[in-house]
């Protein structure tokens, strides 16, 4: 299992702009490239065997999502850097 940098509440950005995403329709894209660079929260964090997926949900326009109804995306750690921890996110409140 991989060691995750990031823990569920951090705030992060996607770094890492893909062509396309594999076998997904183009308004999935769409949503992925809206949410690039945007200040997004780490809602949960999966390990599945050795991989490490971030996810993170978006409105359509890029935005935060409130909850996982909107779209979710599940990235792995080096496509997307830190912006604040939650430790930061829980004092500003």
């Known amino acids: 299992m ?3 940098p990031f823990k569920v509440g951090d705030i992060v950005r996607i770094v890492v702009l893909h062509d ?15 949410a690039f660079m945007r200040p997004l929260r780490v ?14 949900n978006v409105n359509d326009d890029g935005s935060q999502a ?3 109804t909107a779209n979710t995306f599940c990235l792995p750690p080096n496509e997307v850097e830190l912006v604040r921890g939650d430790d ?3 004092n500003e409140k």
């Open 66 to 68: 409130a909850d996982w």
């Open 43 to 56: 809602d949960a964090i999966d390990h599945n065997g050795t991989d490490t997926w971030i996810e993170l």
């Open 20 to 34: 396309n995403l594999d076998d997904e329709p183009p308004e999935t894209f769409a949503v992925y490239r809206n």
């Open 2 to 4: 991989m060691n995750c």
């Open 88 to 90: 930061v996110a829980s």
